[in-house]
Structures are given as C-alpha cells and as structure tokens.
C-alpha cells in the first residue's frame, strides 16, 4: 500500500506538471519584450473530400464574432502594436513617406469628363489624408468642392471614402458611393451638382455601383445586393446581385430589373452579375455579364421598354465560348477585346444594327505585344499595347480605313488612356518605375500632347538615383519568367541588400510599372526591391494567366521561389536578407513560397491574404473565386486546392520565416478569419521560433477606402518589421515603445 507522503509527493507532481500545461497554453510567446497571445487551444475538424481527410484544427475561428475568437483577437493586435512601437527605425520610415508626400503635391485620381466638358476627380491635397471630390466646368474653370470626407469621417468618429463616382451625360446630377472604416459596402447618394444638395435619400445595399445613365440624365442603373443579404450565409452572401432602375421623376430605387434568378432562361451561375445600361441612338438596352473573377464576358440585348417592365427577351450577342474580356461601344458599333485563339488579344468589332458574334470584323489582330485595352473616342478607336516593360499607343480612325497608327509619345513608360465617344481628344496617363504619374491630353487633329494640370505639376525629390531593370528568371520547368527589379545605381550586389520580393499573380492581372512613394522609401535606404510576374498574371498574356491557374496554380508560388533563388545567386541579397510579400491571392504566392522554401526568406508578410483554399468557398467571395482557384467539387480541382493551401502546408518539424499577417477585419473581399487560422497554425507549429504577429485594423478592409495616414502607417509597420527579422541594427526593438 502507498505511503500518504507518497501520495501526496504524486498529488503534488501532477497538480505542478497541470499548472505547467496550463501556463504553456495561457501564456504568450515573446517576441521583443512583449507576451503575444497563443493560439488558441484547437478544435479540430476533419473533412474528407474525395477519400483525403484534411484536417482544420482552428475552423472555429472562423466565427469572428464569438466573443472569445474577437478578444483574442484584441490580444493579438495590441501585442503587434506594441511591438512595432518598440522598433526605433520605424519612425524614420514614417518621416520619409511624410516627407515624399509634402514635396509630392496634390494627388489627382479618377478623372471624368461629361459631354459638355465638365471635369470631376478625386483631389487629396498635399497633407490630408482622404480625397475630395471636386468638379470644375472646363479643364481651366474653377474647381468647386462637391463632396468632402474627412469632414465626414471628422463628424461620424470613423474614417470615410469615396468609392465611385458617375455624372450624369450632362455633369447636372452625380451618384456616389461612400463607405465607412474600408467596408465595400455602403451607401450610394445621388446629388444636385451646383447646389450639392442630396436629391433623394441615400439607398443602402450598396457594395459596387456600377452606376450608367440614361442619356437624359433623368434614370440611371445601378447595382445592389439582395433585401436582407446580412443574415444570409456566407456563401450566398453576395450572390444574385441585382440591377436596378432609379428614375429620379418617380424615385423607386427597389425597381429590380435584372438578377440571375429573375432571368433564369439564361442559366447563368448565382455569382453572375449583368450590368444592364442604355445602348444610345437605338431602342436597345445591352448587358454585359460578369462571371465572379472570371474574365470571360457575355454580352445580351434587349427591348428597352422591355427590359424597364422586367419582361425582357433577353437576345445573346456572345457568350464566354467567345473569351471576350472587354468590351466598349461607340459609331454604331460594338468594339471587343478577345483572347479566342489569340493569347495576345485581338480587337474584333460588331454592327450594333447586326449583332452577331460570327459576322464579327478583325479590326487588329493578335501581334506580339500584348493589348491591354481598347477606348473609343469620338473619331478613332485607341488601343494600349504592351511591349516588353514599356507601352505603345495605337489609333485607328474611325473614318480611316488599313492599319493603326502608333502615336509618338511625350514619354516612355507605362501608358492608360481615357477616351469618350463625346469628345475628340484623349487623356493620357503615362508613368514607370521610377518616374512619377504624368498625364497629358492628346490632341490627334494637331498630333499634339499638352500636359494636364489639374493641380500644380510638382516633381518628386529623390535622395538617391533610382533604376529599374528587367530581368528573365528561369523557373523550376525552364519557363521564363519576368522579374523587375527596383534599385539604387550605386548599389554593390555583395549579397548583403534587404531585399523585398513581391507578387500578385492572379486573375491576368499585371503589376504595371509605377513609381511608388512606399518603394522608393525602401530603394533610398538601401534596399532591393523585386516584382516577380509570376504565372497566373497577365504579364504575357491569356495563356500566362491560365498557366497559373486551378490545376497549374502552383506555378505561381514555384515562380517566386524561382525568383528568390536567382536574386541570391546573382548576389543582390542573401536568405537573411530577404523578406516576400504579397496582398489578396498573393497571399498564396507569399504562404506557399514561405512554406515550400522557408530556408529563403528571413521575414513573410501576407496581406489581406488567401491562405486555407480549401475552406475559401466558404467566404462571402468564395464562390465568385472558383473560377480561379477551382472547387472542392471538382477531384482535381480539391487536390489543386489542397496543393495551393498555405495552411495546410505547415508542418511542426519545420522553421519559418518570421510572419506578420496584415488584415483589415472589416474586409468583405477575403474574410479575416483567412489570416487568423493561418497565424494559429504556424505559431502553433513555430513554438516561440520565430515572431508571428497578427496585425489588425478595425477601421480598414480590403484596401480600398484607407487614407494616407493609414496607408503610411501599414508601409511603416511592413518594412519595419522586415529590417527587424533581416537584422539591420537600428530596427532591433527596444525595451521601451517609441
């Protein structure tokens, strides 16, 4: 028989060994003198999906408003802030963005232009932090404030922002969305120009406008979510987006003239949505249909007077089979950008008296630049052509017959333009990597560029000179892959440069070149900074989008580890000198690379990112992704999917690379339980290693909506906690904040 003594020696050991599982799993990891919340205990939940269990050990994170997933949250937030506050350098990154925008000037954006010449943009004057809307009749009228949001944001006790913003044809009326703390959804108001006195209540429901006018300026379309959405699951959240008629004579704005479930003879998927809007000079009204992220468009007409009493005979002018990605109107025609059989893109155009998408006229064919976008003016239709790292710009009168002319630019670099059937001249944007945003009007009857001054032209200072180069990297199965690289002149490839390494890679979009306030801030103190155009992008066309895509999307992620592998090999840095980053679906492009290859990368930062594909379904966007991303549903889609999942890629036996997660947790677009399931597992799998820090902004979302000062501040806290993991001496945190 145990002696008592003994017994209560074991009561003892085991009450003390209990305490010590209880503090382990009650007490932080720290990291620069600051306890950082655990993880919280897991719950795992395992699903099998084709015969593969994939476990989720923290699916109740998922609930972002149970109250103990929001504390820990708030425990997590203020242990990153107070540990970003600790790093003595940050301050200064701070000071250089303050100082890029105090010498920059005023920032123009969002420039529109009516038929009888009024001009509305958005103008954040040098040291504020939100933009106005302002307007002017002329380009050289008086510039009148019509909506301010710091004012706004200054009374509500939160910060707001202009969304969008559409004119009426004839600058009399405007509808704006404005949203709150970076939510997409908001409220659309339509106001009286010259008095900026709201003409109805603001209309709620609101996430994109999308908004188009009768040519009266008496009506417009506009878009908006389902009665009740709130409440609904997630999934069906943003599903069936209606289109609906506001006619301001007789103001209803729940008149729903067009839905998926309202048509449904047209079979079109619940994440559809159809941007209905008046065809001008006929009795038609067209619909061009979006289909989630998926790039391929259809096009549908109808009667209009039809379409108004929700009896439209919906006619299909072409349908995804045709890989249409854009599409504009003008001189009784229908101008269309295709990839059919044309990777490149090709410009085809339709009769607006004979639509079909058979009888279609080559108007430029593929080439091997590729198109990146078609604007019709009043006398030509324009067309922007990528070719290599620069721009070239295309005219084609409309009275003209035979090949395009390509117009001589005023300078070099990246180009967009913004044209309108109601006036003959054009804007043109022009920027690169290293030189600021310039924009011109284009006069083609005089061949002429004149510089537009909506503000003050002033030329950004540098403290060092700053080039870019274009580099090819091999990937992992020989392909090719573009890398621009950003950098001081005088920089000396000794392996010893804190390195940046940044890609996207998604939907066929393309980091187009562009100088950046944040990068320069980088580039002048020393540092590298990388653009990978990974596959899955648009940088080379179609196919290259669809190279890193559902079931080759692993390409994506294995080209950055391609072009981190080079930047070492070629002496621009080294593994403790390299940080990658990534926003949005970059979060798969940074989540992956990190896990696949940690050995490279002293410091990760994800941003808004996707980082459980398995389970990004289940989000308010999900659906709309599978385009993308692929389904669950679909057996190799599931097996991509698991494949392409940062969090189930984490393993216990492995060192990462020190992760800080930005998230805006009012974000609609990918929900933030993507960056606090992730964070869980690797701080679970890292046991104090490395520094995993969740940083969460209440007053943001996706993006969208920030202001300057938040912007900097997110800059600020992205390099900051890079230089700290690649040990420069003076972002080492300190015992006490700054």
Same mark, same amino acid.
Request: net charge positive.
């Given at each position: 028989?145990?002696?008592?003594?003994?017994?209560?020696?074991?009561?003892?050991?085991?009450?003390?060994?209990?305490?010590?599982?209880?503090?382990?799993?009650?007490?932080?990891?720290?990291?620069?003198?600051?306890?950082?919340?655990?993880?919280?205990?897991?719950?795992?939940?395992?699903?099998?999906?084709?015969?593969?269990?994939?476990?989720?050990?923290?699916?109740?994170?998922?609930?972002?408003?149970?109250?103990?997933?929001?504390?820990?949250?708030?425990?997590?937030?203020?242990?990153?802030?107070?540990?970003?506050?600790?790093?003595?350098?940050?301050?200064?990154?701070?000071?250089?963005?303050?100082?890029?925008?105090?010498?920059?000037?005023?920032?123009?954006?969002?420039?529109?232009?009516?038929?009888?010449?009024?001009?509305?943009?958005?103008?954040?004057?040098?040291?504020?932090?939100?933009?106005?809307?302002?307007?002017?009749?002329?380009?050289?009228?008086?510039?009148?404030?019509?909506?301010?949001?710091?004012?706004?944001?200054?009374?509500?006790?939160?910060?707001?922002?202009?969304?969008?913003?559409?004119?009426?044809?004839?600058?009399?009326?405007?509808?704006?969305?404005?949203?709150?703390?970076?939510?997409?959804?908001?409220?659309?108001?339509?106001?009286?120009?010259?008095?900026?006195?709201?003409?109805?209540?603001?209309?709620?429901?609101?996430?994109?406008?999308?908004?188009?006018?009768?040519?009266?300026?008496?009506?417009?379309?506009?878009?908006?979510?389902?009665?009740?959405?709130?409440?609904?699951?997630?999934?069906?959240?943003?599903?069936?987006?209606?289109?609906?008629?506001?006619?301001?004579?007789?103001?209803?704005?729940?008149?729903?003239?067009?839905?998926?479930?309202?048509?449904?003879?047209?079979?079109?998927?619940?994440?559809?949505?159809?941007?209905?809007?008046?065809?001008?000079?006929?009795?038609?009204?067209?619909?061009?249909?979006?289909?989630?992220?998926?790039?391929?468009?259809?096009?549908?007409?109808?009667?209009?007077?039809?379409?108004?009493?929700?009896?439209?005979?919906?006619?299909?002018?072409?349908?995804?089979?045709?890989?249409?990605?854009? /599409? *504009?109107?003008?001189?009784?025609? #229908?101008?269309?950008? $295709?990839?059919?059989? !044309?990777? %490149?893109?090709? @410009?085809?155009?339709?009769?607006?008296?004979?639509?079909?998408?058979?009888?279609?006229?080559?108007?430029?064919?593929?080439?091997?630049?590729?198109?990146?976008?078609?604007?019709?003016?009043?006398?030509?239709?324009?067309?922007?052509?990528?070719?290599?790292?620069?721009?070239?710009?295309?005219?084609?009168?409309?009275?003209?017959?035979?090949?395009?002319?390509?117009?001589?630019?005023?300078?070099?670099?990246?180009?967009?333009?913004?044209?309108? /059937? *109601?006036?003959?001249?054009?804007? #043109?944007?022009?920027? $690169?990597?290293?030189? !600021?945003? %310039?924009?011109? @009007?284009?006069?083609?009857?005089?061949?002429?560029?004149?510089?537009?001054?909506?503000?003050?032209?002033?030329?950004?200072?540098?403290?060092?000179?700053?080039?870019?180069?274009?580099?090819?990297?091999?990937?992992?199965?020989?392909?090719?892959?573009?890398?621009?690289?950003?950098?001081?002149?005088?920089?000396?490839?000794?392996?010893?440069?804190?390195?940046?390494?940044?890609?996207?890679?998604?939907?066929?979009?393309?980091?187009?070149?562009?100088?950046?306030?944040?990068?320069?801030?980088?580039?002048?103190?020393?540092?590298?900074? !990388?653009?990978?155009?990974?596959?899955?992008?648009?940088?080379?066309?179609?196919?290259?989008?669809?190279?890193?895509?559902?079931?080759?999307?692993?390409?994506?992620?294995?080209?950055?580890?391609?072009?981190?592998?080079?930047?070492?090999?070629?002496?621009?840095?080294?593994?403790?000198?390299?940080?990658?980053?990534?926003?949005?679906?970059?979060?798969?492009?940074?989540?992956?690379?990190?896990?696949?290859?940690?050995?490279?990368?002293?410091?990760?930062?994800?941003?808004?990112?996707?980082?459980?594909?398995?389970?990004?379904?289940?989000?308010?966007?999900?659906? !709309?992704?599978?385009?993308?991303?692929?389904?669950?549903?679909?057996?190799?889609?599931?097996?991509?999917?698991?494949?392409?999942?940062?969090?189930?890629?984490?393993?216990?036996?492995?060192?990462?690379?020190?992760?800080?997660?930005?998230?805006?947790?009012?974000?609609?677009?990918?929900?933030?339980?993507?960056?606090?399931?992730?964070?869980?597992?690797?701080?679970?799998?890292?046991?104090?290693?490395?520094?995993?820090?969740?940083?969460?902004?209440?007053?943001?979302?996706?993006?969208?909506?920030?202001?300057?000062?938040?912007?900097?501040?997110?800059?600020?806290?992205?390099?900051?906690?890079?230089?700290?993991?690649?040990?420069?001496?003076?972002?080492?945190?300190?015992?006490?904040?700054?």
């Amino acid at each position: 028989m145990m002696k008592k003594s003994t017994v209560k020696a074991l009561l003892a050991g085991l009450l003390w060994m209990c305490c010590l599982q209880i503090q382990a799993q009650t007490t932080g990891f720290r990291f620069a003198g600051v306890d950082v919340p655990p993880p919280m205990p897991a719950q795992n939940v395992p699903d099998v999906h084709w015969g593969v269990t994939v476990d989720d050990p923290y699916r109740f994170l998922e609930q972002v408003k149970d109250p103990a997933v929001m504390s820990w949250m708030k425990g997590q937030a203020e242990a990153t802030d107070s540990i970003l506050k600790r790093i003595p350098g940050r301050s200064t990154i701070v000071a250089a963005l303050k100082e890029k925008e105090s010498v920059g000037g005023t920032v123009i954006s969002s420039i529109y232009r009516t038929k009888n010449n009024r001009w509305f943009y958005l103008k954040r004057s040098q040291g504020q932090s939100q933009a106005k809307l302002v307007w002017r009749d002329g380009v050289n009228g008086e510039e009148k404030l019509l909506v301010d949001p710091e004012q706004i944001s200054k009374e509500m006790g939160k910060p707001h922002a202009v969304q969008s913003f559409h004119p009426s044809p004839d600058g009399k009326l405007l509808a704006y969305g404005m949203h709150a703390s970076g939510a997409e959804i908001g409220n659309m108001y339509v106001i009286d120009v010259a008095s900026g006195q709201a003409v109805l209540p603001p209309i709620d429901r609101v996430r994109f406008a999308a908004v188009s006018w009768r040519q009266d300026g008496q009506a417009l379309f506009f878009s908006r979510l389902r009665p009740g959405f709130e409440t609904m699951r997630s999934t069906e959240r943003f599903a069936d987006t209606g289109r609906y008629y506001l006619d301001l004579k007789a103001p209803n704005p729940d008149q729903l003239i067009f839905s998926g479930s309202k048509y449904p003879e047209l079979k079109l998927p619940n994440f559809a949505t159809g941007y209905v809007q008046e065809i001008p000079g006929t009795d038609l009204a067209g619909m061009v249909v979006n289909f989630g992220v998926d790039r391929r468009l259809a096009m549908y007409v109808a009667k209009l007077d039809q379409v108004l009493a929700g009896q439209a005979k919906w006619q299909e002018v072409f349908n995804q089979l045709a890989d249409v990605r854009e /599409v *504009d109107m003008g001189h009784g025609h #229908v101008y269309l950008r $295709s990839a059919l059989n !044309a990777p %490149r893109f090709k @410009v085809l155009k339709l009769k607006l008296s004979e639509l079909d998408i058979q009888k279609a006229e080559l108007v430029l064919p593929e080439s091997e630049g590729v198109l990146r976008a078609i604007s019709v003016a009043q006398d030509a239709l324009y067309v922007t052509r990528r070719e290599g790292v620069n721009t070239s710009l295309l005219r084609l009168p409309i009275a003209g017959k035979g090949a395009f002319e390509k117009i001589a630019l005023p300078l070099e670099g990246n180009v967009t333009v913004s044209g309108s /059937v *109601d006036h003959q001249d054009l804007v #043109v944007a022009v920027s $690169s990597w290293t030189q !600021a945003l %310039r924009r011109f @009007v284009f006069t083609p009857a005089k061949a002429q560029f004149t510089r537009l001054n909506l503000a003050p032209p002033v030329e950004p200072v540098q403290r060092a000179e700053v080039i870019a180069k274009e580099v090819m990297v091999t990937s992992h199965d020989g392909v090719k892959v573009p890398v621009s690289i950003i950098m001081r002149k005088d920089a000396v490839l000794n392996g010893q440069n804190p390195t940046i390494l940044y890609g996207y890679g998604a939907y066929g979009t393309t980091e187009e070149p562009s100088r950046s306030n944040n990068v320069m801030t980088w580039v002048e103190r020393g540092g590298i900074y !990388a653009f990978a155009h990974v596959r899955g992008g648009g940088a080379l066309g179609s196919q290259w989008h669809e190279a890193g895509q559902k079931t080759t999307k692993f390409n994506t992620w294995k080209d950055g580890i391609a072009a981190a592998e080079w930047l070492i090999a070629n002496g621009y840095t080294k593994a403790s000198k390299l940080g990658i980053y990534g926003g949005s679906a970059g979060g798969i492009f940074v989540g992956r690379a990190m896990t696949e290859r940690p050995d490279l990368f002293a410091a990760a930062v994800p941003s808004v990112p996707v980082l459980d594909m398995v389970r990004s379904e289940q989000r308010a966007n999900g659906v !709309a992704n599978v385009p993308e991303y692929g389904t669950v549903k679909v057996e190799a889609e599931f097996h991509a999917l698991l494949r392409n999942s940062s969090y189930h890629a984490i393993q216990n036996d492995k060192r990462y690379p020190a992760t800080m997660l930005m998230h805006g947790v009012n974000d609609s677009r990918v929900d933030v339980w993507q960056s606090l399931k992730y964070a869980s597992r690797l701080a679970d799998a890292q046991k104090g290693q490395q520094a995993v820090l969740l940083r969460l902004d209440y007053e943001a979302g996706h993006g969208a909506g920030s202001g300057a000062d938040q912007a900097n501040q997110r800059t600020a806290d992205l390099q900051a906690f890079m230089l700290w993991q690649m040990g420069v001496p003076e972002f080492q945190p300190q015992s006490q904040p700054q």
